[in-house]
C-alpha cells in the first residue's frame, strides 16, 4: 500500500510557508504603521504584499500538480519520496523568492525559477502520467 504522509507533510509545510508569508504583512503593516485595508505607501509592506499574493496565486498549480504526480506515479515511486522532494524543493524556491523579493525586488528570480521548475515537473509529470493511462485503456 502507498504511502500519503510525505506529500501530506509537504503539502502542510508549505501551508505554513504561506502563513509565514502572510505573518510577514502583517509585521510590516505594524512597522510602517499602516492599517488595513490600505496596501501602498511602505515599499516594505508592498513588497511582503506581492510576496504574499503570488504565493496564493502559485498555490492552486503547486498543490493538485503535487497530489496528482503522487498519485500517477505510485507504481513507481509507492512511498511518495519523488514528489515529496519536489514539493520541498518548490517550499525552498518560495523561501528564497520571499527573501528576495523583501530585500530589493531584482533579487527574487532564483527563487522564482526553482519554485517554478519544479511545479513544472509536477503539472507535466502529472498530465503526462494521466495521458498515458488514458491511452493505456
Do not use: C
Amino acid at each position: 500500500m502507498q504511502s500519503h504522509a510525505y506529500v501530506a507533510i509537504v503539502t502542510l509545510l508549505a501551508l505554513l510557508a504561506y502563513f509565514w508569508m502572510s505573518m510577514g504583512v502583517a509585521g510590516a503593516r505594524r512597522k510602517s504603521g499602516i492599517a488595513a485595508p490600505a496596501m501602498t505607501g511602505d515599499p516594505i509592506l508592498e513588497r511582503a504584499v506581492r510576496v504574499q499574493a503570488n504565493t496564493l496565486e502559485w498555490l492552486p498549480i503547486f498543490l493538485p500538480s503535487l497530489w496528482l504526480f503522487h498519485l500517477f506515479w505510485a507504481e513507481q515511486d509507492p512511498n511518495s519520496y519523488i514528489a515529496a522532494s519536489l514539493g520541498l524543493v518548490w517550499i525552498i524556491g518560495r523561501i528564497l523568492y520571499a527573501r528576495g523579493y523583501i530585500k530589493d525586488p531584482g533579487k527574487r528570480e532564483l527563487g522564482f525559477l526553482i519554485q517554478t521548475l519544479a511545479s513544472a515537473v509536477l503539472l507535466f509529470g502529472a498530465l503526462g502520467k494521466a495521458f498515458m493511462a488514458t491511452l493505456a485503456g
